[in-house]
């Protein structure tokens, strides 16, 4: 009940294109759900996150979709960009001490 | 990286030897975490602090202990490294006043060779 799982596990778009990444969860106590990014020999940065009171999240191109009776969520990256290129990992939480349980992440790569 | 350092960043050891790795922060956060990072498996809780020695066990804390005697510094320590101990070790901080999920914000990694 505790796992997040993410698919795929690589993906690879043209440039302009919309990368879409996916993940599910089964424990309905998760109550706070981050996407995060990581670029090779970095850490991961908070990239969005949304709560389960609204369906959708823009943060500039990134949106996350959320689909609460499903327990998935999404992000979709528009006009995707070579500097997109990167490990993008889902997560979800819930109170207290705010514990993250992570997906496995999916490398995505834009090509120019 | 949110005035977060880690030490060492690269480590090279044998098996049976203890390892400490220290997570600083510089902005007085109160939560403090570590995670190991694998292919195939994202990153995975180890142990987390909730105050000055306030710890708690993660998903996966066997073979792990930590210490936290000051805000700052959060340390880790392998007592017996094992090669399945061999991963990238990420320190993360939080600052959130109630409620669920705010930003955890991760340092630079140490990466661990157990040989």
């Known amino acids: 009940q505790q796992q997040v799982k993410q698919s795929p596990q690589s993906l690879i778009v043209q440039k302009g294109g919309i990368p879409i990444i996916n993940c599910a969860y089964e424990n309905t106590a998760f109550d706070y759900f981050p996407w995060y990014q990581q670029f090779p020999g970095k850490g991961p940065a908070l990239l969005i996150a949304i709560r389960p009171d609204v369906s959708e999240k823009k943060e500039g191109r990134f949106t996350i979709s959320f689909n609460k009776s499903a327990k998935q969520f999404s992000l979709h990256i528009m006009d995707s960009q070579p500097g997109d290129s990167a490990t993008y990992f889902c997560a979800a939480g819930r109170g207290g001490y705010n514990k993250l349980i992570f997906g496995a992440g999916t490398r995505l790569a834009v090509h120019p | 990286d949110a005035g977060i350092t880690q030490s060492p960043r690269h480590k090279v050891t044998e098996t049976g030897t203890p390892v400490t790795l220290r997570c600083h922060q510089t902005?007085?956060?109160?939560?403090m975490y570590w995670y190991r990072q694998d292919p195939g498996h994202g990153l995975r809780l180890i142990h987390y602090?909730?105050?000055?020695?306030?710890?708690d066990k993660g998903e996966v804390s066997d073979g792990y202990s930590v210490s936290r005697s000051k805000t700052e510094d959060f340390l880790l320590t392998l007592e017996s490294a094992t090669s399945s101990q061999t991963s990238v070790y990420f320190c993360a901080i939080s600052d959130h006043s109630g409620g669920a999920g705010e930003t955890q914000y991760f340092g630079p990694g140490t990466r661990l060779l157990v040989l």
């Open positions: 902005e007085n956060h109160r939560y």
């Open positions: 602090s909730y105050g000055v020695k306030d710890t």
